[in-house]
């Protein structure tokens, strides 16, 4: 069984983004791609990092942890001014290849109206360096979050075309994180000289 970690990476409790992270952390579990035991939720609004803390903290001992177990990320970002958030990014800024190396990533944008783009290529474009992480070429964009992804019967038509795009979304990351297992077996992640990327 493979191991997932969802990062809800909105700054505010209880927030839209975490909500679309306990929907996908379900899929998961619901699709047989991992169990309860092999799939966690970081919620990054109600158990935040502080602005750039030292890595001994106990909450980031906890995070880097389940990274490291991690076989692959599903990474949600709401869309605030049409940036990625600043808790998403306060938490790159301390990942590094032990924890995220040669594993693939899932980006997924959450957005109140009908943007959710932007994010998107912010961290396709600057979040990845020196950890490693490899997005998969599929996204997704939850846009008009609000009336999205709630439990019962679903009857509005983006939501009911959204819900099997995130399905093969899932499927294809599983793919990839069976793949790049056997790439993190080959690959010499210990060499000073490449320590950080280019």
């Known amino acids: 069984m493979l191991n997932y970690v969802v990062i809800s990476g909105s700054g505010r409790p209880e927030s839209e983004s975490a909500r679309v992270g306990k929907y996908l952390h379900q899929r998961l579990i619901d699709m047989q791609l991992s169990d309860n035991s092999h ?3 970081i919620d990054l609004g109600n158990d935040p990092l502080p602005l750039w ?3 001994n903290t106990e ?3 906890d995070y880097a942890a389940r990274l490291q177990a991690a076989d692959a990320l599903i990474v949600i970002t709401p869309e605030w001014h049409g940036m990625a958030s600043p808790a998403l990014k306060n938490f790159f800024v301390l990942t590094s290849k032990t924890e995220l190396a040669h594993k693939p990533a899932l980006l997924v944008a959450v ?3 009908l943007g959710g783009s932007y994010p998107i290529s912010e961290l396709r474009s600057s979040s990845f360096k020196n ?3 490899c997005y998969i070429p599929e996204q997704l964009i939850v846009r008009q979050v609000n009336v ?3 439990p019962g019967p679903v009857t509005d038509a983006n939501d009911l075309r ?3 795009r995130i399905d093969y ?3 294809v990351l599983h793919s990839y994180a069976t793949a790049l297992q056997a790439v993190r077996e080959t690959v010499d992640m210990d060499n000073p000289e490449f320590a950080n990327g280019m």
């Open 39 to 41: 799939c966690s939720v």
């Open 53 to 55: 803390p030292e890595q």
């Open 59 to 61: 909450l980031w001992h």
């Open 111 to 113: 957005s109140s109206g």
């Open 131 to 133: 950890n490693r992480l």
């Open 148 to 150: 999205m992804l709630h």
């Open 162 to 164: 959204l819900r099997p």
């Open 169 to 171: 979304a899932l499927g």
